[in-house]
């Protein structure tokens, strides 16, 4: 199982990023997709999450800036980061998970600049 991250990058407060992920050796569609983000310092923290038929959940941080969605056709699922800010500056992992643990990507640093 492969989980590729990718689209991290600097960029100044306001502006927007688009992070991709493409799994491979899973059964991507059944899968539940999430993307983390773990800031210095501080403890992993779930930003958004898509299940298999494609309802989404966001944290309150994200709300309205953020949007996830997923390609079943492309085996991948994309975070849209919108009005960006400082304090989402952080590593951003994408996550699938179905029965068992969760399988994990390598992570995309994402740096905000105020």
């Known amino acids: 199982v492969q989980l590729q991250a990718s689209g991290g990058g600097l960029v100044q407060a306001g502006g927007s990023l688009r992070l991709s992920c493409a799994a491979s050796?899973?059964?991507?569609?059944?899968?539940?997709l999430g993307w983390y983000r773990q800031a210095p310092g501080k403890q992993r923290e779930l930003v958004a999450a898509i299940n298999s038929y494609s309802t989404t959940t966001y944290s309150d941080s994200v709300k309205g800036r953020f949007t996830i969605s997923r390609d079943n056709a492309k085996n991948t699922v994309y975070l849209q980061m919108n009005s960006l800010k400082p304090e989402d500056t952080g590593v951003y992992y994408c996550?699938?998970?179905?029965?068992?643990?969760?399988?994990w990507g390598q992570g995309t640093q994402v740096t905000v600049s105020s």
């Open positions: 996550a699938a998970w179905n029965i068992g643990s969760p399988y």
């Open positions: 050796g899973i059964i991507f569609r059944i899968h539940g």
